[in-house]
């Protein structure tokens, strides 16, 4: 350990000048962050201090690694008493110590600056600390250890990012694309096996590298990561991030709740409102949710479908990010928001290679992934350009604009909960209702790191927030024999 | 006899280009062992596989008793290596350098650092890179003698270095040698010759020969025959006969295996008609061009 004291020191002395600069960009970012809160004039100007945020510490990495170079024959510490564990171990400290910690220090500061107790989010905090570490600084110790110098790094660095993309591109193209599109409650589970992956993969070059000095090797290990972390996706299903977080949740929803059935009603309104812009066949199935609790709701993450016909055809949809359950609301509403006991819309895409023929008969099984959701919480947002705390949604303003009002939150590095921006008139029933998206807004350095807005139907009337935390996960089958498609609402292109 | 160096039918090859082809290598504790050849005979390659900096393809290497693959920093404390070609970290004087490693070695002497900082006029507050390329090998050899090594591996040490520094290198490495074992590789013959006491001669991957500089100056001679009339060179002579050449009256040639009785007879035997027969001593340069000359025309 003393020895890998003796080399941190070393690394201080030699690098101190980039630790600075990493840590003045940090904080500046950390300003940025309070300064767009209050709404203040440096808030612009901070947030261009992002991009160099982030390429300040894989610069400061990079140059770290190489220090004690790993590739070659000309290195001066490969014939000196140098332990590579004591090598490892100091770049490892210095990481810890003099990136990692400082980003933590500029989080702590930005939400003590906004108002936030650092304890509320000091498990979010390691949280970040942890996805900090592996993802850049492992993969980047890794990257640097494989190459000779700077230049090389930067190179081998965007060769690997556009190999990803290009891997990326063939997965979506060889895959079910539904499976890969945007998860935004369960993201979680795809970037901790993603992280997971590149952890291993870094460990084992590093591992190469330091121990034996096994450069080619080492090589072909980066190449296969980068093939691997394109596919890995496969390995992480979205089902089994659900599948997850209902295990992990440790509530039994009662069977009773939020069960689904068939229920074509005349009077049911049009679920031809919400056409999509979508290849293939939009099928609109009309169902009815009942057994949820009065207080409570249910929010229907995805679906997935088996259609079999009469003559032995069928189609698996896989859990599709489009199918959802949309509730019949005045107007043909399509918003996909949490819902109540009563009629809706299950709806899916089929693809046009299962064509179908509006008289033929259909086995129609769907599974619906339902969020359970506790009490609804209401705020109201005054307008203002002031943004506002409000518990589990974060920080509010709602903006006279185009549309009529526009409201705006973002929130501090934890996802909110389920919330709705609700117009509501003096009179009658709401004039619009929104879902506030959970766009990431992360550079990986500030801490908000979600953000969601939506437009509000009129400047008169009281804007409301009705935000729900969820509290469980479960399933629903919904299994149809017989139907034909000239029963269902239906649009092909 | 012990060994500081052994090697065992040591063998590098970089895809299909063999760089050693089988090294068989002793090197006596405390002697001064010169690893000579032409450019590209694999020295700097053996050296690197002797410090584990390369993976040998076939074969093993002892250095200090201990396999050279399984060389552990408590052995590098006991190893100097000075290179030509190794990269230093240039930012750091030479002072903060002998600093830094300092605590790495048990056996590092303070004094002795001093002395040779002295020695070798090295000024201690000027970064390495900004050196020049003696300073720099100073720097490096300083570094690498301040604890006492029971063995000092030089890879090339004075290519590129005036006169003047390389006579300070020398003095700087002879006088912190006793009981040490060095072991260097060159291509500057007439300073090997100075203070070598062991010679290994590779070329293309292979050790020719190898043995004490002393036996190896005993038993080559330039042969110069003179005869009353030109005479033709016969067509069989001895293998041990390099480079045979004739000039009007006079033949001459190396003889590799002379022997102070053996050879005159032989060559009696050849050349029953010569009128005189000198054999004269050879410097080491001398020896080493017939021998690369004789290995390519083998």
Redesign the interface.
């Given at each position: 350990m003393?020895?890998a004291l003796?080399i941190f020191r070393?690394d201080v002395?030699?690098l101190w000048p980039l630790v600075a600069l990493n840590g003045f960009l940090f904080d500046s970012v950390a300003a940025g962050d309070v300064a767009t809160i209050f709404n203040t004039k440096t808030a612009v100007p901070l947030l261009f201090m992002q991009l160099p945020a982030i390429l300040c510490p894989l610069f400061l990495i990079a140059a770290l690694i190489q220090?004690e170079?790993l590739t070659?024959?000309?290195?001066?510490w490969?014939?000196?008493?140098?332990?590579w564990r004591n090598v490892l171990a100091a770049k490892l400290l210095f990481a810890v110590v003099l990136v990692s910690l400082p980003l933590l220090m500029a989080q702590v500061t930005a939400l003590l600056g906004t108002g936030l107790s650092p304890f509320a989010y000091a498990g979010m905090l390691l949280r970040e600390q942890v996805r900090f570490f592996i993802v850049p600084v492992i993969e980047i110790f890794a990257l640097a250890a494989v190459t000779r110098g700077m230049v090389e790094f930067i190179w081998v660095t965007l060769l690997c990012m556009v190999a990803q993309l290009i891997g990326l591109l063939i997965f979506l193209t060889v895959f079910n694309p539904a499976e890969a599109q945007d998860w935004p409650r369960f993201e979680w589970f795809r970037s901790a096996v993603l992280a997971a992956f590149a952890l291993l993969f870094a460990a084992a070059i590093l591992l190469l590298q330091y121990a034996g000095r096994r450069t080619t090797l080492a090589r072909a290990t980066l190449a296969a990561a980068v093939i691997a972390l394109a596919w890995a996706r496969v390995l992480a299903p979205w089902h089994v991030g659900f599948d997850l977080a209902r295990r992990w949740s440790g509530y039994a929803v009662d069977p009773v709740i939020g069960q689904v059935s068939y229920s074509p009603h005349p009077n049911l309104m049009h679920g031809g409102a919400c056409w999509f812009e979508r290849p293939g066949t939009f099928l609109f199935i009309p169902i009815d949710v009942k057994g949820i609790p009065e207080n409570l709701a249910v929010f229907s993450e995805r679906t997935a479908a088996r259609i079999e016909t009469s003559d032995g055809r069928a189609w698996n949809s896989g859990w599709q990010a489009v199918g959802q359950i949309l509730p019949s609301s005045p107007g043909g509403s399509c918003l996909h928001k949490p819902l109540s006991n009563g009629p809706g819309w299950l709806n899916f895409n089929l693809p046009r290679r299962f064509r179908l023929q509006p008289t033929e008969r259909l086995h129609i099984r769907a599974s619906v992934a339902f969020t359970l959701l506790g009490p609804v919480q209401t705020a109201t947002l005054p307008i203002s350009t002031h943004m506002r705390w409000i518990s589990g949604v974060g920080f509010c303003a709602a903006l006279v604009g185009e549309p009529p009002v526009v409201a705006e939150c973002i929130a501090p590095l934890e996802e909110r909960a389920y919330t709705v921006l609700r117009t509501q008139p003096p009179v009658g029933p709401p004039c619009s209702e929104d879902l506030l998206s959970n766009s990431v807004m992360s550079s990986g350095i500030g801490i908000w790191r979600f953000s969601g807005g939506g437009g509000t139907c009129a400047t008169q009337g009281q804007i409301y927030l009705d935000s729900r935390q969820p509290i469980a996960y479960f399933e629903r089958e919904l299994d149809i024999s017989g139907i034909r498609l000239a029963d269902l609402e239906y649009q092909r292109p | 006899m012990s060994h500081a160096i052994c090697t065992y039918a040591l063998e590098k090859r970089f895809r299909r280009t063999v760089a050693l082809g089988g090294v068989d290598l002793q090197v006596p504790e405390g002697s001064i062992y010169a690893l000579v050849g032409p450019n590209g005979a694999g020295k700097t390659t053996a050296i690197k596989v002797l410090m584990n900096i390369l993976r040998p393809t076939a074969g093993r290497s002892e250095v200090l008793s201990t396999d050279s693959r399984r060389l552990a920093p408590r052995d590098f404390a006991q190893i100097g290596y000075v290179s030509e070609n190794q990269e230093m970290p240039e930012w750091m004087t030479v002072a903060y350098f002998l600093n830094f490693l300092r605590p790495f070695y048990p056996t590092w002497d303070d004094a002795l650092a001093a002395e040779l900082v002295r020695q070798l006029q090295l000024p201690t507050d000027r970064k390495l890179k900004h050196l020049s390329r003696g300073m720099r090998m100073k720097a490096s050899l300083a570094s690498s003698l301040a604890y006492r090594p029971k063995l000092i591996v030089l890879d090339e040490p004075f290519t590129g270095l005036d006169a003047l520094v390389r006579d300070e290198l020398i003095e700087g490495l002879l006088a912190r040698a006793e009981g040490t074992t060095i072991f260097i590789s060159s291509h500057d013959l007439a300073e090997i010759e100075s203070f070598a006491s062991h010679i290994g001669y590779l070329d293309e991957g292979k050790l020719r020969f190898s043995e004490e500089l002393e036996s190896l100056s005993a038993r080559f001679r330039e042969v110069v025959l003179t005869f009353e009339v030109p005479h033709p060179l016969p067509a069989n002579l001895p293998a041990a006969w390099l480079q045979p050449e004739t000039t009007g009256a006079v033949v001459r040639f190396i003889d590799s295996q002379f022997d102070a009785e053996r050879t005159p007879a032989g060559v009696r035997q050849i050349f029953p008609d010569a009128r005189d027969i000198a054999a004269n001593g050879m410097p080491l340069r001398s020896i080493f061009v017939a021998l690369a000359k004789a290995s390519r025309h083998a």
């Open positions: 003393r020895d003796l070393k002395r030699r220090q170079k070659g024959d000309r290195a001066y490969f014939t000196r008493p140098f332990s | -």
